[in-house]
Structure formats: C-alpha cells, structure tokens
C-alpha cells in the first residue's frame, strides 16, 4: 500500500505561482510512477504530469507544458509540481497519483491505483 498526502493548494492570481507537495509514505517507491492529475467541476479527471521514481524521467500535458515542473526528492519521498504562469483554467482540485512502472507510461486516471485526498487551486483572473 503507498499512501499519499497533498498539500499546498490555494488561491492565487493569474501569472502567480504555486507549489504542490505530496507525501508518499508505506510501500517503497522504487518502479512506482508518480503523477498529478486535476479535475475542475463537471469535468473529467485529467492528467497534468509524471514524474518515473527511479530513472527521474518526466512527461507533461500539453497544456502545462513549460509552466509546470515535476520533481521528486527520493530521501524525503516527495513529490512536487512547481506551477507558474498560472491562469483561471488551471482551477481544479490537485491530485497525486502513483502506480507501479510496467515499461509504459499510462495518462488516464483509472490506470493509477494509489490516490491522494486532493488540494484545491483556485485562480483569479
């Protein structure tokens, strides 16, 4: 079992920053894929970024890509998603996602078996 713990959601401006922390705790993490997912009111569960535990490689959704960076602190078992240039279609709530590594990457929400409880941003225009 890996538990998951978000945090660091809030509101902020449009052009602002943010950065979401989640803390991953039980099973060890080693072949595990860490993602964040959003899901903005009446829409789908959406994949945002992934983060490869061991070999650090990375992966982003177009519509964040070059405003979002996804990190991991392999001591700690941390895993960070650095948010800036935010604008008002980032507001959703923020989820932390792990899954065991096959060899692939998957970038639909039912794929992932272990979930964090979510933190809400929330971007002023």
């Known amino acids: 079992q890996v538990q998951l713990v978000e945090s660091g959601g809030g509101l902020v401006q449009a052009g602002g920053s943010l950065r979401l922390s989640c803390a991953a705790s039980?099973?060890?993490?080693?072949?595990?894929?860490m993602g964040w997912f959003r899901q903005a009111p009446g829409k789908e569960r959406e994949f945002v970024a992934l983060?490869?535990?061991?070999?650090?490689?990375?992966s982003y959704a177009d519509s964040v890509k070059g405003r979002f960076t996804i990190s991991r602190d392999m001591p700690k078992n941390m895993v960070y998603l650095q948010m800036n240039s935010l604008k008002p279609e980032d507001t959703a709530v923020y989820y932390c996602?792990?899954?065991?590594?096959?060899?692939?990457?998957?970038?639909?929400?039912?794929?992932?078996?272990?979930w964090g409880q979510g933190t809400q941003v929330t971007v002023s225009s």
């Open positions: 996602a792990a899954d065991p590594y096959s060899g692939r990457y998957y970038y639909g929400a039912h794929e992932y078996d272990y």
């Open positions: 983060v490869n535990w061991s070999y650090g490689g990375t």
């Open positions: 039980g099973r060890i993490l080693r072949n595990y894929v």
